[in-house]
């Protein structure tokens, strides 16, 4: 068999590289991400495009005219409509389409492909006339010369451009997804992905429209060329714009619809994205991208956005609604800052429900403490004018409803917000709070070191006193005591340094399947216990924003470990 070689093999050549190096890269870097249709559709497409210049390379550098028309059938019935319908099935599969219209588009192709297999076999001028072969050449590109070569002499059929009019409509319906995709995200998304997607997308069906109106020839044909063009915009939708990373459409209506409010901030102090929600609360027109922060969020700008470290938190009030303010700093992954994201979540609800909590603290702490200090004033007037065992009950009973009140109270106060902190030293606070107990026959072992933490002291001391009555009360003597400090971590590669400490005992332990009880209100185990006193640690916890986990003591017993702690 005669070969020869043109100018337009090292056109294909060049793309069939640029296609296999895609489909790699597709298949490799994008494995084991939750966009299995996408990545099908995608790997689908560059290998199409990619058969397209292996079949062009074949009909370009043979000479006989009867295995050229063989060629260019069998990129007409075959890798054509393969293109086509990955560019669909792309589309459909990046809309977040339905599995059922995605199947139902492969089972057209199939069909399709069907069509035209037979329809070329029985005749292999179904779609062209063929006039023999054109010589063409010599042609001197970039110093290289090429020798006179010839080409395949056709002229399309009626049955040619109907063809050819099916496969447009198949690459119109996916630029018509992709558009409604980009006007249901009202340009949020970015500019540079869609226009990549756009020239993937377009690119070989505009020039091979050209060629269809008669404005190229068929023997010169530039498909080839726009297929490169594809390919590269298809490259930069990938490699810069990362379109395979993440779910778009889950993404970006899980943003959109949103209820908290949802701003990032660049190092300029200028908004480059908001959701609908924010721009609604703070009234900002259509022109909120790049605007600056002083005009986006308005008099409410200073308090968004003080902040004295990598996170900040702090309460807003818009149009009598509250909002807790969430301001954290953007790590790059070189761990610089890169702007800040604020999340604006209304709790209108809570502070009204904390308000009715706080009125409720107040009438317990006045109104019913009243008339129980007045019983146990009548009581022990009784006491001393005789001497009765339902008399001591009385007493009992009246001791217990004060110990549960002082319990409520302590409780409501626990779980308020922690607006002031100061520098805690742990050992010191252990020992302190230690002494303050009735101990007999137990003893504190005390190891934690210089370790100091930022917490509201009030509610530290609480934590310690409940977790070492905790202790005392649940274990027989003699008993040894437990604190020291748990192991320091890094949450993220460029985040703070978390600390936590320990509080152990060597006693009788909690059994495993109730310690995801023990936190609960009312829980307990003693018959005069109130139930209170874990779920006062628990409330403390979580108002500073650390985390507790109940497990095993190293020689038995029980381990209480409060973690999370942002380290001095």
């Known amino acids: 068999m005669v070969t020869q070689l043109t100018p337009t093999m090292l056109v294909n050549l060049a793309v069939l590289l640029l296609a296999a190096s895609l489909a790699g890269y597709g298949a490799v870097r994008y494995a084991g991400e939750d966009r299995r249709q996408v990545l099908l559709a995608f790997i689908m497409l560059v290998t199409a495009a ?75 001028e179904f779609l062209y006339t063929t006039e023999g072969v054109v010589s063409q050449g010599p042609v001197t590109l970039l110093n290289v010369t090429f020798e006179e070569w010839v080409a395949l002499g056709r002229t399309p059929k009626p049955t040619f451009l109907v063809y050819q009019l099916y496969s447009y409509v198949v690459v119109l319906a996916s630029a018509v997804i992709l558009a409604r995709y980009t006007i249901r995200l009202h340009g949020s998304i970015a500019i540079g992905q869609i226009a990549a997607l756009s020239i993937g997308v377009g690119a070989p069906a505009v020039m091979n429209g050209l060629v269809f109106v008669g404005v190229f020839p068929l023997q010169w044909n530039p498909t080839d060329i726009a297929i490169s063009a594809s390919l590269v915009g298809l490259a930069v939708a990938v490699f810069r714009y990362r379109v395979l990373d993440v779910t778009h459409i889950g993404r970006q209506q899980f943003v959109e619809g949103m209820t908290d409010l949802l701003v990032f901030v660049n190092d300029d102090d200028t908004v480059v994205f908001s959701n609908p929600t924010a721009r609604r609360a703070f009234d900002v027109s259509s022109g909120w991208n790049r605007m600056s922060t002083t005009e986006f969020f308005g008099p409410h700008a200073e308090r968004i956005l003080a902040s004295d470290g990598e996170t900040q938190d702090s309460t807003v009030e818009l149009d009598d609604q509250y909002f807790d303010v969430n301001s954290t700093t953007i790590q790059t ?150 604190v020291g400090t748990l192991p320091k971590s890094d949450e993220l590669v460029s985040g703070p340094t978390r600390v936590g400490f320990f509080i152990e005992d060597d006693g009788s332990g909690i059994p495993e399947n109730d310690r995801d009880i023990i936190f609960e209100h009312g829980y307990t185990t003693s018959d005069d216990g109130t139930g209170y006193g874990l779920s006062v640690v628990r409330q403390i916890v979580d108002a500073h924003d650390w985390e507790i986990h109940v497990t095993d003591g190293t020689d038995g017993g029980t381990r209480f470990e409060i973690s999370g702690i942002e380290a001095n």
């Open 50 to 124: 990619g058969l397209w210049q292996v079949a062009n390379l074949m009909r370009y550098g043979i000479t006989a005219p009867t295995t050229k028309l063989v060629v260019i059938n069998a990129i007409n019935a075959v890798i054509i409509p393969l293109y086509g319908y990955s560019i669909l099935w792309f589309a459909l599969a990046y809309a977040d389409a339905s599995q059922r219209l995605i199947r139902a588009v492969l089972g057209i192709l199939v069909v399709n492909v069907l069509v035209i297999v037979v329809a070329v076999t029985l005749d292999p």
């Open 333 to 482: 992954p070189a761990g610089e800052a890169g702007g800040r994201a604020i999340a604006l979540r209304e709790v209108t609800e809570l502070k009204e429900t904390n308000r009715r909590l706080d009125q409720f603290a107040a009438m317990v702490s006045h109104d019913l403490r009243t008339p129980l200090n007045h019983a146990t004033y009548q009581i022990n007037c009784l006491e001393r004018e005789r001497s009765d065992e339902r008399i001591e009950a009385v007493r009992e009973s009246l001791e217990q409803m004060e110990t549960i009140t002082d319990g409520m109270l302590t409780l409501a106060r626990a779980g308020e917000d922690v607006d002031r902190t100061d520098e805690c030293s742990v050992a010191e606070l252990a020992e302190e709070v230690w002494e303050s107990l009735q101990t007999e026959g137990a003893e504190l072992d005390s190891h934690p070191g210089d370790t100091t933490i930022e917490a509201d002291p009030v509610r530290l001391h609480q934590l310690f006193e409940n977790l070492f009555r905790n202790a005392l009360e649940h274990n027989e003597s003699p008993l040894t005591v437990r």
